[in-house]
Nanobody, 123 residues
Framework: QVQLVESGGGLVQAGGSLRLSCAAS????????MTWFRQAPGKEREFVAA????????KYADSVKGRFAISRDNAKNTVYLQMNSLKPEDTAVYCC????????????????WGQGTHVTVSS
């Protein structure tokens, strides 16, 4: 089992920044590719960013490319999402997920999910 706990969400003005964290416990964190998803009110969950097991490969949704950065620290069992130049349309619940397939956009590729952290961007 892997337990995932997100933190770092909150209320920020448009143009501001936040850094989300996803702390993992349980089985070996480094065995899993990690992905951030988000779900806005009334919308379907969408892929945001993914990082490979070693951290050497990353992938981003077009909507966040150039503004968000995913990273991980396997020694701390934590994955991060640095979000800059935030827009009101970034408002959502952000969840991290762990899986053995890299960068999959469908939920079926992930064995473990966190509960999510709320991000609200005001205009």
């Amino acid at each position: 089992q892997v337990q995932l706990v997100e933190s770092g969400g909150g209320l920020v003005q448009a143009g501001g920044s936040l850094r989300l964290s996803c702390a993992a416990s349980g089985r070996i964190f480094g065995n899993y590719h990690m992905t951030w998803f988000r779900q806005a009110p009334g919308k379907e969950r969408e892929f945001v960013a993914a990082i490979s097991r070693s951290g050497g490969v990353t992938k981003y949704a077009d909507s966040v490319k150039g503004r968000f950065a995913i990273s991980r620290d396997n020694a701390k069992n934590t994955v991060y999402l640095q979000m800059n130049s935030l827009k009101p349309e970034d408002t959502a619940v952000y969840c991290c997920a762990a899986g053995t397939g890299f960068g999959r956009a469908d939920a079926a590729g992930y064995a473990y999910w966190g509960q999510g952290t709320h991000v609200t961007v005001s205009s």
